[in-house]
């Protein structure tokens, strides 16, 4: 495995630390008037789910782990569990909707995405930016209501709820960003 230095260490990358895999959730680089400076981190274990705050100096290291990434294809939900199926081998592989928590809800048949393994062990899924839905419930538009207005809500064919224009209509397919759950645009 490779050290890198407390400097280095991304927002949303993976670290190994006290012996377990930890995503780093808020980063921030403090220099304080007297001392050196330091790293100060949120992480989150990977396995446990457990949070830690944890400071280090800018000249500590830590370990970066291998993590392998395998491009995957989402097939379909049984019950609580997500079935996937590796592009190259054509392996299934099961999910549980622990496991992926609250990225279901941009899961269709046939989405492809990118599954990283730490250990032959899936830790983590990798949307797509955006993913195309379909409106399925919203409420309709009363003449003179679109002044000021800051949308409406609307439930997408995921079972998935964010806020549309009003002009959006059941039935239409809208755009949505993956990491904020937000309506980005028609499709």
């Known amino acids: 495995m ?12 993976l670290v190994e630390h ?8 808020k980063k921030s680089h403090v220099k304080p008037g ?7 981190c949120e ?12 400071r280090f100096r800018s000249t500590d290291k ?33 999910l549980s909707a622990d496991d992926i928590s609250e990225q279901a809800g ?3 048949p046939n989405t492809d995405v990118q599954i990283n393994f730490y250990d032959e062990t899936p830790i983590g899924v990798d ?20 002044a000021a207005s800051g949308g409406k809500p609307a439930k997408l064919e995921t079972g998935i709820r964010i806020t549309v224009p009003t002009f959006v209509n059941i039935g239409e397919k809208v755009k949505v960003n993956t990491e904020t759950g937000e309506y980005v645009e028609r499709a």
């Open 34 to 40: 007297k001392g050196g400076a330091f790293v100060q």
């Open 43 to 54: 992480l989150k274990d990977i396995i446990n789910g457990t949070k830690l705050n944890e």
């Open 2 to 13: 490779a050290k890198i230095s407390a400097n280095e260490i991304r927002l949303g990358g």
């Open 127 to 146: 949307l797509p930016a955006n993913v195309v839905l379909e409106v399925v419930d919203t409420e309709g538009v009363v003449k003179g209501q679109t």
């Open 18 to 25: 006290q012996g377990n895999l930890w995503r780093v959730l």
């Open 62 to 94: 830590v370990e970066r782990p291998h993590v392998e990434p395998r491009k995957m294809q989402y097939l379909y939900a049984d019950g609580d569990d997500h079935i996937f199926m590796d592009s190259e081998t054509y392996e299934q592989l099961i």
């Open 106 to 108: 941009y899961l269709l």
